[in-house]
């Protein structure tokens, strides 16, 4: 169905460059039928369109859209409630990727508006994100359908209640930056053990990339692969009671509960 919508994107940075091109890659939305608007960055916004075919519009082609994109910095959504806003409608569907706006929010400045509040991740760029979303309080479950749709050609997709979505932000939203700073911690570790850095981070990467597809494999929770490999008074259980007595799961809490409150504060 959404194939045969006109959607709009509001920003044309990173994520609205990812959107776009998962949409346009996997035939779920031709490009034709998708318009980047961003007056600010007119650059930005015509390398899109070279790149993908999609159309370089103006502000008032958003009238004529039937899925409008925020993909606007959260700081800036006043603003572009300000630019845009006379040409919105509640027969669209919006769909919001700015952390810690509200879909009550959305709806008190666009009266009665369907709205589909998500937080895509990293792996938007090579269609692995992990995204959740929630609907605002007139979206109804074809919204969610619609939503699916969009998403499902860049990864995984779950659905979960808005009280949520700055949950998603601290797990999976803000996810990547925690693995990468595991990586080179371990990387780190091992080079001041003696080991050159482009090894050290090659084996430490592949370890991941290994461990997270066992993982999905075998349907097994992060608790039972941690019993898998941690043999009894072996090399693994020696380093994970290490990281453990150190308050490794404690320091990790603090920091999803710091991009939580983080997400929270955005929306104010």
């Known amino acids: 169905m959404i194939e045969t919508l006109r959607t709009a ?8 460059k990812a959107m776009v091109a998962g949409l346009t890659e996997s035939g779920a939305v031709p490009a034709e039928n998708i318009t980047v608007i961003n007056p600010g960055n007119p650059v930005t916004a015509g390398a899109l369109s070279e790149q993908y075919g999609v159309v370089q519009g103006r502000p008032e082609d958003v009238a004529d859209a039937d899925i409008v994109f925020f993909c606007v910095k959260p700081q800036n959504f006043r603003d572009a409630m300000d630019q845009y806003g006379k040409f919105f409608d509640s027969e669209k ?23 589909v509040r998500a937080m895509p991740n990293l792996g938007l760029s090579i269609k692995k994100s992990a995204t959740g979303y929630a609907l ?12 699916e749709e969009l998403f499902a050609p860049l990864g995984l997709t779950e659905r979960v209640d808005e009280s949520l979505i700055s949950a998603v932000t601290a797990l999976s939203g ?42 999905e494999r075998n349907g097994a929770s992060a608790k039972e692969m941690i019993s898998h490999v941690a043999s009894k008074g072996g090399t693994t259980e020696a380093g994970v009671n290490a990281m453990e007595k150190d308050g490794f799961r404690e320091t990790v809490e603090k920091g999803y509960l710091a991009a939580r409150k983080r997400s929270d504060e955005l929306g104010k």
Not at 9 to 16: H, K, R
Not at 140 to 147: K, N, S, T, W, Y
């Open 93 to 115: 569907l919006y769909v919001s990727v700015m952390a810690g706006i509200t879909t009550e929010t959305m709806e008190g400045l666009i009266p009665g508006a369907r709205v």
């Open 136 to 147: 605002g309080r007139f979206a109804g479950e074809e919204d969610g359908r619609l939503a």
């Open 174 to 215: 803000s996810g990547p930056a925690y693995f990468y700073l595991l990586t080179d911690a371990m990387t780190e570790a091992a080079v001041r053990d003696g080991m050159d850095r482009e090894t050290a981070e090659k084996l430490a990467l592949q370890t991941f990339f290994g461990a997270a597809e066992l993982m």
């Open 9 to 16: 994107f509001l920003g044309s940075g990173f994520i609205a």
